[in-house]
Nanobody, 115 residues
Framework: QVQLVESGGGSVQPGGSLRLSCSAS????????MAWYRQAPGKERELVAT???????AIEDSVKGRFTISRDNAKNTMYLEMSSLKPEDTGVYYC?????????WGQGTQVTVSW
């Protein structure tokens, strides 16, 4: 069974930076697409960024220019570099892999941006 484990969350002040990691229990080379989602308190889960096996990426407008998604296929890990963090970036960040028959999710990592 595939496991996705997020790490790197924490509490930072506005303007700060964090680097999230998503480690998979299997080779991620077979994952054509991987993604980061986030869910703020009281809101629906939303897409943040996606990346393909060839490292083509897409970033949502709300975080464009501040967040960068990347993956290291040799380490079976996907990353989300977050800078210039804002209070509205607060939420639980999830790693996602869509497969042919289901969506794979990690347990999430909390990011809190506040003074």
């Amino acid at each position: 069974q595939v496991q996705l484990v997020e790490s790197g969350g924490g509490s930072v002040q506005p303007g700060g930076s964090l680097r999230l990691s998503c480690s998979a229990s299997v080779s991620i080379v077979s994952f054509n697409t991987m993604a980061w989602y986030r869910q703020a308190p009281g809101k629906e889960r939303e897409l943040v960024a996606t990346i393909t096996v060839g490292s083509g990426s897409a970033i949502e407008d709300s975080v464009k220019g501040r967040f960068t998604i990347s993956r290291d296929n040799a380490k079976n890990t996907m990353y989300l570099e977050m800078s210039s963090l804002k209070p509205e970036d607060t939420g639980v960040y999830y790693c996602n892999v869509p497969t042919w028959d289901r969506q794979l999710w990690g347990q999430g990592t909390q990011v809190t941006v506040s003074w």
